[in-house]
């Protein structure tokens, strides 16, 4: 997958840890679906966050990608995890 001088920085670490990680993420999916290269984006959405469907382990992993990561990008938040009543 053909990637920018930006990216190849995140791919080696140099942006940290969690930049590194999400690199690694997106360039084994963009190697199995055949993509070319990445497409800019203006912001996501973070889903799947409830502690319901994460349980001990996500919760671990976020935590650990938490250590030095930052949005790069306005990011939103799925509130499921949010209890009404």
């Known amino acids: 997958m053909e990637l920018t001088s930006e990216e190849q920085d995140m791919v080696v670490g140099k942006y ?39 349980n001990e382990p996500g919760l671990a992993w976020l935590e650990e990608m938490a250590k030095d990561g930052k949005v790069r990008t306005l990011t939103t938040l799925n509130p499921a995890g949010k209890s009404f009543s």
Do not use: F, P
Request: charged share 15%; glycine share 10%.
């Open 16 to 54: 940290g840890k969690a930049a590194q990680t999400a690199m690694d993420i997106l360039v084994t999916l963009g190697e199995i679906y055949g993509a070319k290269r990445l497409i800019d984006i203006t912001s996501v959405q973070i889903a799947g966050v409830s502690y319901a469907n994460l």
